[in-house]
């Protein structure tokens, strides 16, 4: 109440006295009043200013200065208010960036200019001869595989609750969910089958082979024998007393980049369609396959929902990584002598602390949130030293290529199409892209040679390595929708 009480007394000899020396004498007199108010009110401050949990934190030199003439007894109440200055801003700044972190562009700049900063860096530990990489399935021992009873990351959550209302309900429905390649759609998939309780769960993953072998599935499911036809299967389903909700992983494989395409979704969609009954059918279709769906339907393919799966956020990426280290060995993974730049938001946090969330900002910021490349790349950056044995973690590096950024066109259209066929033979390449099979035959040994893709009976798939270069490189040029 005294600034209240003074600016009171002031306002009163303005009324009463005028603009003269009076009110001169009794403003400087006020002047001084508040000055004094001032520098009581530092010192009842100046405890909780430089208390432990304030000193000990980092500080730029003038705030340090300031903790250096705390106790000087001309300089205290200056360097008290400095300190709380101090203090203020820095608790402001924690503020704003807090409530802009919930927005991912922010949070990607912020994981951008930090990845700038460690790149200027270059003595992170990487040059330690003792320091080697871990070989084989030596990797998982210390960052798990997903298994069916690891920790689930709560993700997704508005989807499963859109997609609820419709294949969750009494109706029929045909819905789609969409995304990236790793994203975690299976996981969302068994998510959803666990919550039904109004029909018969069954989860079909898509055969690379197609339509024919998919249905054959389908029918081993329900009871039939697995060389049923469509009409058998079709009956069996009209007849049925069990309503089934049927989830299609990996329906992608259904579809192909070229003209006639579609006909292997569109048969299954006519298919499910037909047996009008109430059942329900959840298809996941990779996202670069359903661009070229959503294309090319018109309105022959109609769903009740579409769902997209959003990346997942740096603290969801944190969260599965975080549940993925083995805790339980004698050595796990450690983030010792890791040397990364201390970010605008890690104040209050150790060391330690600081370290582990600095690298799994730059593998979420790499991974654009995709936790299977943020996994990959996690497990790239283990090192065992030789002297001691310990398991340590050292920054990846990142795959570069000049030559894919300036590849012609074809070979970029046949680099496409592996992505968006997911696996394909080289006489499904030439059908996509319209290029001859000697062509497609001599890209893909360019591209085997540069690691760009793996084989698997006889059909090529983008390697896990390159997976989220060659999508950004795609990307850039316009060629596919991350």
């Not at 009956?235 to 909700?245: F, I, M, Q």
């Not at 959503?294 to 990584?321: C, H, K």
Request: net charge neutral; glycine share 4%.
């Amino acid at each position: 109440n005294y600034p209240a009480r003074g600016g009171g007394l002031l306002q009163i000899t303005k009324t009463t006295v005028g603009e003269g020396t009076i009110y001169h004498w009794v403003s400087s007199l006020m002047f001084l009043w508040f000055i004094l108010i001032t520098i009581v009110v530092l010192r009842k401050w100046k405890p909780y200013v430089f208390s432990d949990n304030n000193v000990n934190l980092d500080h730029p030199i003038w705030a340090q200065w300031a903790i250096n003439h705390k106790d000087s007894f001309t300089l205290s109440t200056i360097a008290t208010a400095i300190m709380t200055f101090w203090i203020f801003t820095r608790h402001l700044k924690q503020f704003v960036i807090s409530n802009l972190s919930q927005y991912a562009f922010f949070s990607q700049a912020l994981a951008y200019l930090f990845r700038i900063e460690v790149a200027k860096q270059s003595d992170t530990g990487g040059q330690n001869t003792n320091l080697l990489p871990l070989s084989g399935d030596e990797v998982f021992q210390y960052v798990l595989p997903g298994r069916e009873d690891s920790e689930l990351i709560n993700y997704a959550s508005d989807e499963i609750k859109q997609l609820s209302r419709y294949v969750l309900t009494d109706s029929p429905a045909m819905c789609v969910v969409s995304g990236e390649r790793g994203i975690g759609t299976t996981t969302f998939l068994k998510q959803i089958l666990y919550r039904v309780n109004n029909a018969e769960p069954i989860y079909l993953n898509c055969p690379n082979s197609g339509y024919a072998e998919l249905v054959a599935n389908l029918a081993e499911q329900i009871g039939l024998s697995r060389e049923s036809s469509d009409i058998q299967v079709l009956a069996h389903l009209r007849k049925s007393e069990t309503c089934y909700l049927f989830a299609v992983d990996n329906a992608q494989r259904l579809v192909k980049p070229m003209v006639g395409g579609l006909s292997g979704l569109m048969k299954f969609a006519n298919l499910m369609r037909r047996s009008k009954k109430n059942h329900r059918v959840l298809l996941a279709i990779e996202k670069s396959s359903w661009r070229f769906v959503d294309r090319a339907r018109g309105e022959r393919l109609l769903f009740d929902l579409v769902a997209f799966m959003p990346r997942w956020s740096e603290s969801q990426i944190t969260n599965l990584l975080d549940s993925r280290l083995n805790q339980e060995l004698e050595n796990p993974v450690s983030f010792d002598d890791l040397n990364l730049p201390k970010q605008w938001d890690q104040d209050d946090i150790s060391e330690e602390e600081r370290v582990r969330q600095g690298f799994y900002r730059i593998l979420w910021h790499y991974a654009d949130g995709n936790p299977t490349v943020a996994l990959r790349f996690f497990r790239l950056s283990l090192r065992k030293d030789q002297t001691t044995g310990k398991i340590v973690v050292r920054l990846f590096q990142a795959p570069q290529s000049e030559e894919l950024e300036k590849m012609p066109k074809p070979m970029l259209a046949i680099l496409r199409s592996i992505v968006q066929l997911e696996i394909s033979t080289p006489e499904e390449l030439s059908e996509c892209t319209q290029l001859t099979i000697p062509e497609v035959i001599g890209t893909l040994r360019y591209f085997e040679s540069r690691n760009y893709i793996e084989w698997s009976d006889d059909k090529a798939k983008i390697s896990d390595h390159w997976y989220r270069y060659i999508t950004n490189a795609l990307h850039r040029q316009h060629l596919l929708v991350k």
